[in-house]
Structures are given as C-alpha cells and as structure tokens.
C-alpha cells in the first residue's frame, strides 16, 4: 500500500464542498485518479455508475513521496431536499512507467470510498424486517430501508431461541435508502412453523438492534449518519 490515510467529511450540508486529504506514505511518488460513482441498490446488491452529479478536483492528483495532496469534492447542482444522495469516490493508482532495467511485478491500489449528502438535516433511517421464503421455497430475512438516510448494520445475527441462524453473507452491510437488503438462511435452519421466532440482532449508526422479525426498526431523533468517507 503506497497511498493512505485518507481522511474528509462524510456528510455534507448544502452548499455542498468538501476537502478530502490523501497522504503517501510511501517512498516514490504516486499518481491518483479521482472518479465519483452513482451508489445504488438495486436486486439486493450495490451498483455504481459513472456521474456528473459530483466532481472531484483536481481528478488526477500527484501525491510526492511522505507528502500530501488536498482534492476538493463537491456538487455540480443541487440534490432533491428529502433524501440523502449516495455516492462512491474511486481512488485509482495510476502505473508508472518502469525503466527498461526493471523487473517484477508493479501492483495498483485502488481504495473505494462511500460518500453521502445529507440535503436537510432531520434524514433518517427507518428499517422493517420481514422473513420470507424466495422462489425456490427456501428461507430468507429481508431489510428494506423506509427511511431517507443509509444506515450500515455490523455484527449482523438471526437467532431461532438460543441458536445462531448460519447465513451465507458477511454480518456487515449498508441499507441505503428505499432499498432492500436480503440473507438467504441455511437449509433447513428455520422450518415454516418456526420462521417467526427468528430474531435479529446487529449494530447500527444509531444503536443496537436486538428485534423479532416483521418488526420495524427506526432510528431514534436527532441520528446522524456514520462518517462519509471512510473504508467500507
């Protein structure tokens, strides 16, 4: 890893424009590409898309060896007030050119960065938890996100009384907003007599969730999203 430390603020307020600091700490320089990316979700998974919604500047940085480069982030218009916009930040290593006396390998980094804009300052999440059966009559918990903020559950768990429900899918994940997020259970964990003693218990931005399913969650008052620009 050549380039780190990255450091910014995650949630933005209208007019929205943001530093966002890179560090190399490495010994040579390193040359950075900066591309914003659409986040969406969309058949349970994340989608990124090119945007021009917001721009990075400068795109491509130069960072020297122990030193730092500041970009600024920020939108080219404004966002719909009501919802919070979900974006990603790119940070692509661009490959120097290796003398002709070189040999080996010459691995990029590339580090992808969530970012989010708060567009009023009273957005929220608000989850409800279902379990159901999918096509194949197999079960699975499904989270949709009422709410108009993301919110990211870690330490993620379905319990049937005492036990732990195995699900196929890391314990950790971001439920933006209007979106569902879905764990298909393990065969023949949970039976149709038993799918509604499952319980969920996980960690969010706003506290623990320790709940039945098909129950709702909702952050309490005053809930302010998680830092933006941070590993995922």
């Not at 900066?34 to 990075?56: E, R, Y």
């Not at 719909?80 to 040999?103: H, M, N, S, W």
């Not at 957005?123 to 059966?133: E, G, M, Q």
């Not at 879905?182 to 149709?192: E, T, V």
Request: proline residues 9%; glycine residues 6%.
């Amino acid at each position: 890893t050549r380039f780190r430390n990255v450091t910014g603020v995650q949630t933005c307020a209208l007019p929205i424009s943001q530093a966002l600091s890179l560090t190399n700490e490495g010994d040579a320089p390193v040359v950075i590409q900066v591309q914003p990316m659409l986040w969406t979700q969309q058949n349970w998974k994340d989608v990124h898309a090119p945007t021009d919604q917001v721009i990075a500047t400068p795109p491509v940085v130069r960072i020297p060896a122990h030193g730092r480069q500041v970009v600024r982030v920020g939108l080219r218009r404004p966002l719909t007030a009501g919802t919070e916009g979900t974006f990603r930040l790119y940070l692509t290593e661009i490959p120097t050119v290796l003398k002709t006396d070189q040999v080996g390998m010459q691995v990029s980094l590339r580090l992808d960065l969530p970012l989010f804009v708060a567009t009023t300052n009273d957005l929220r999440p608000d989850l409800r938890w279902s379990v159901a059966r999918d096509e194949t009559g197999l079960p699975q918990v499904l989270v949709t996100n009422a709410g108009t903020a993301h919110v990211q559950l870690t330490d993620i768990r379905f319990w049937q009384g005492d036990q732990i429900v195995d699900t196929p899918q890391p314990a950790h994940a971001y439920v933006l907003p209007g979106a569902t997020r879905r764990w298909p259970l393990a065969k023949g964990s949970a039976q149709p007599t038993s799918l509604l003693s499952l319980r969920v218990r996980a960690s969010a931005d706003f506290g623990t969730i320790d709940t039945p399913l098909s129950s709702s969650v909702v952050a309490r008052e005053g809930h302010a999203p998680a830092p933006l620009l941070a590993d995922d």
